[in-house]
Structure formats: structure tokens, C-alpha cells
């Protein structure tokens, strides 16, 4: 199965060459690696061209957003299996694809997620949070659970099934995507119980300027939904807390 694997990036010099080498030091052969840079003002695209022979496809010019550059990579996208890689983080092993790949064809899986860690942004060794995924049930993402986005692999043909992100949500459509899928589709969803990705603290979803943005769209997003918005909304927060706690046992 050839898989994608689609990075957004906009002004990420210091963090999108690391994204890069982790997706290339690969073991699984059949990758197609495909970014989509928002006309970044940067050196962004220096560092990019840097690897231009060993990238499928580069989509360079302005956008509105994360978002709207992630749907353009998905519609580029030939592979089986489409995953998201952001600009700030690296897979955690060379094997990582393998491994999610041998999950698709063990399950039979259309969706497949993992665990995955937050780190500190100038210390990727030092962990924050450590995600892990548990078990899906509908039940839990009516009660605020979600898998860590970048964690998630998901076959091709369920884009056209079940669509692509909503560009109205700046921050929350990522929380959307997953919703949708998980709670109002029947797609057939595996749990695979390994780490993904190492992600820098610091994203659109965890910058304190940003926080207040974030609650506003989640509880427009879970209203839209049907949910109770603001008590869903505080079970996702709580979801969190033994993340920290663990990191801390644990790393």
C-alpha cells in the first residue's frame, strides 16, 4: 500500500527540515511525501528545496490557513493511505509507517491512530505530555475523547465518503474532522498502541494567545454536532490532565 503523508507549512525554518529528515529516514518504501507551503516569508522554502529530488510534490502559494493547505494536499494525494505530518514535529522511529501499515492490513482498518508525545519546543527530549490513545468508543468522543490528530492514518476513499477539513474553523477543524468520522460515520476504526510523533508544544491548539480562540470554535463545533458545548467541552479538557501526569511518572 502506498501511503501519503502531508505536511503544511507556513514560516517553520527552524522546525520543517527535522519534519523532512523523519519522513526520508522512512524504512517503508512506498511513501509519497507531499508539502504544502502557504508562501511562506521565511527561508521555509530554501529549506524545503534543500530535498526537492526526494519529495513527491511540492505545492507552493498563498492560502488561508493550516487547513485549507492541508485539503489541498489530501486532493493531491494518489496514495492508499493519507496521514498528516505538521511542520513542527517528526515521526517517532524509522519504522513508524511500517508499523501502521501492517495495522491497516492486520485489521482490515479504514482509520488507524496511535499514541504520541508533546515535547518542549528547544528540548525534544524533554517529554510534557504523553498521549496515549486508548481504546475508541463512541461513547468516549460523545464525552469529549479524541485521538491525538497526527496520530491518524486514514484510507483514501474515506475522504470522498465522509469529506475533507472545514476551512471555516481556524483552530478546531481538526477536532471537527475527528468527530465526524468517529461519531457520525460507522467507518472501522483500529487502535494501534505504539508512539506516532513527537510534537512541539507551542502549536495553534496549545499557544496561550490563542486559547480563548480555541474554546470558542470547540463549543461552536461540539453545538454543531449536537452536543452539550461547553460540558463537552471541559470532559475534552479533562481528557488531558493524566497526559501530564503520566509524562511526569513516566519520562
Known amino acids: 500500500m502506498k501511503v501519503s503523508i502531508i505536511t503544511s507549512c507556513f514560516n517553520r525554518e527552524a522546525t520543517i ?4 529528515e523523519s519522513v526520508l529516514a522512512q524504512d517503508y518504501p512506498d511513501i509519497e511525501y507531499i508539502i504544502v507551503d502557504g508562501a511562506s516569508t521565511d527561508h521555509s522554502p530554501e529549506v524545503i528545496k534543500q530535498y526537492e529530488g526526494r519529495i513527491a510534490k511540492i505545492i507552493s502559494e498563498p492560502d488561508k490557513g493550516m487547513y485549507e493547505g ?3 494536499g489530501i486532493r493531491a494525494a494518489t496514495g492508499d ?3 498528516l505530518l505538521h511542520s513542527d514535529d517528526f515521526l517517532y522511529s524509522e519504522d513508524t509507517i511500517t508499523k501502521m501499515v501492517k495495522t491497516f492490513e492486520r485489521t482490515k482498518a479504514e482509520f488507524v491512530y496511535g499514541n504520541g508525545l508533546f515535547v518542549a519546543p528547544d528540548d525534544t527530549g524533554t517529554v510534557i505530555r504523553n498521549w496515549i490513545g486508548g481504546r475508541y468508543s463512541k461513547w468516549k468522543v460523545r464525552h469529549g475523547w479524541l485521538p491525538l490528530h497526527p496520530t491518524v492514518y486514514i484510507k483514501r476513499e474515506c475522504f470522498d465518503r465522509y469529506g475533507l477539513y472545514d476551512e471555516s474553523y481556524k483552530i478546531a477543524a481538526d477536532s471537527d474532522f475527528l468527530v465526524r468520522y468517529l461519531y457520525e460515520t460507522d467507518i472501522k476504526v483500529a487502535y494501534l498502541n505504539e508512539y506516532i510523533v513527537r510534537m512541539r508544544m507551542g502549536g495553534l491548539s496549545t499557544d496561550s494567545k490563542r486559547r480563548k480562540k480555541m474554546w470558542e470554535e470547540d463549543v461552536r463545533m461540539y453545538r454543531n454536532h ?7 467541552k471541559l470532559q475534552k479538557m479533562a481528557w488531558k490532565v493524566p497526559q501530564f501526569i503520566t509524562a511526569k511518572l513516566k519520562f
Open 81 to 83: 493511505i493519507i496521514g
Open 70 to 72: 492541508i485539503n489541498k
Open 226 to 232: 449536537g452536543f452539550n458545548p461547553t460540558l463537552t
Open 17 to 20: 527540515g527535522e519534519a523532512i
